[in-house]
């Protein structure tokens, strides 16, 4: 799987937006990015996902740069409850090999919200 | 509520005393799998499941078995555990079609090996 590459940590203002940037230089054409977070004490839960325009949930927007080299998760409005790790995934989704459903996980993104 | 069940939530153990974390999904999902997570190292997997009998390694495997006798279900098995398998243990499922490969996880169970 190509890699991606995240700030450890991130502050960000209550009720401000705040932007999350994720690095895939090597990403390839077939692969699909995804957006996870995890908050404390639970288990990772799924935020957004996207190929190539960009996409927009209840939860979060995920922008695509044109050269799909990078990606930001945007949330419009940081509440406490945002606080998490963030990870950025790749995931092939048209490999139909017996790896084809992993998702690595990196390290994440530490999101801390100030109040 | 669609959900991914695992029990015991928390355990403490001593070396070389089997052991088993259960894992149980309730929305019909081919695709279950094992992560630990542990402090600095993010989440890694450890075997994964694509359809009922079909199992397969993942990136840490060693010191663990699976078995996916039933479609619902995804034990985790620790054979003679250790005090490096210590750690935060994640069962995951997902739907086996292709397209999101949105994994919904469970709750975590936080494994003590004395």
């Known amino acids: 799987d190509a890699k991606t590459t995240q700030p450890n940590s991130m502050e960000s203002n209550e009720e401000e937006p705040v932007h999350l940037p994720c690095n895939h230089s090597?990403?390839?054409?077939?692969?699909?990015i995804h957006w996870y977070r995890q908050l404390p004490s639970q288990g990772p839960e799924y935020v957004i996902h996207?190929?190539?325009s960009n996409v927009n949930n209840r939860m979060a927007s995920l922008a695509i740069a044109e050269d799909r080299k990078s990606s930001t998760l945007i949330l419009h409005r940081a509440t406490l409850r945002d606080a998490a790790v963030y990870y950025c995934?790749?995931?092939?989704?048209?490999?139909?090999?017996?790896?084809?459903?992993?998702?690595?996980f990196g390290k994440g993104t530490k999101l801390s919200v100030i109040p | 509520e669609a959900q991914v069940t695992q029990n015991p939530r928390y355990l403490i153990t001593v070396t070389g005393k089997k052991l088993t974390v259960t894992c149980s999904q309730n929305?019909?999902?081919?695709?279950m799998s094992w992560y630990r997570q542990d402090p600095g190292l993010g989440l890694r997997q450890i075997y994964y499941?694509?359809?009922?009998?079909?199992?397969d390694k993942g990136d840490v495997p060693e010191g663990y078995k699976v078995s996916r006798k039933e479609k619902r279900n995804f034990p985790l098995i620790l054979e003679s555990p250790s005090p490096n398998q210590t750690s935060l243990y994640f069962c995951?499922?997902?739907?086996?079609?292709?397209?999101?490969?949105?994994?919904?996880f469970g709750a975590g169970s936080r494994l003590t090996v004395l």
């Open positions: 499941s694509m359809n009922v009998e079909v199992t």
């Open positions: 929305m019909n999902h081919e695709y």
């Open positions: 995951a499922s997902r739907s086996g079609g292709s397209g999101a490969n949105v994994l919904t």
């Open positions: 996207g190929l190539t």
């Open positions: 090597t990403i390839s054409g077939t692969d699909y």
């Open positions: 995934i790749l995931r092939d989704v048209f490999n139909s090999g017996a790896g084809s459903y992993q998702l690595t």
